[in-house]
């Protein structure tokens, strides 16, 4: 069974940080993209950021300077530092996992029901 566990969400001040991780299981996590992606409350689904399979990375110009993504192959795990947190990254943040050959098309659509996705972990930040 495909499984993406996200953890490490909660609440947090303004200008603190947080570290999620996604665990993954049930499939062959060294073989995909891995993407972090969030949806602030009303809003639709935004990509934050990526690793290729080539190892390139990326960021929304939102987080970009605060947020670190990262991958443990070996222990199938994918990170999220995020530092100087602000209100407006108040979302539920998903990890997925895209097929070798679709970052493109994935990051241009955000389709739920392509890749693999996890269940969410909420992220609130607030004084």
């Known amino acids: 069974e495909v499984q993406l566990v996200e953890s490490g969400g909660g609440l947090v001040q303004p200008g603190g940080s947080l570290r999620l991780s996604c665990a993954a299981s049930g499939f062959t996590f060294s073989t995909y993209n891995v993407v972090w992606v969030r949806q602030a409350p009303g809003k639709g689904l935004e990509w934050v950021s990526y690793i290729a399979l080539g190892g390139a990375t990326n960021y929304a110009n939102s987080v970009k300077g605060r947020f670190t993504i990262s991958r443990d192959n070996a222990q199938n795990t994918l990170y999220l530092q995020m530092n100087s947190l602000k209100a407006e990254d108040t979302a539920m943040y998903y990890c997925?996992?895209?097929?070798?050959?679709?970052?493109?098309?994935?990051?241009?659509?955000?389709?739920?029901?392509?890749?693999?996705w996890g269940q969410g972990t909420q992220v609130t930040v607030s004084s």
């Open positions: 997925a996992a895209v097929p070798a050959g679709q970052l493109s098309r994935f990051l241009s659509s955000l389709k739920t029901d392509f890749g693999y």
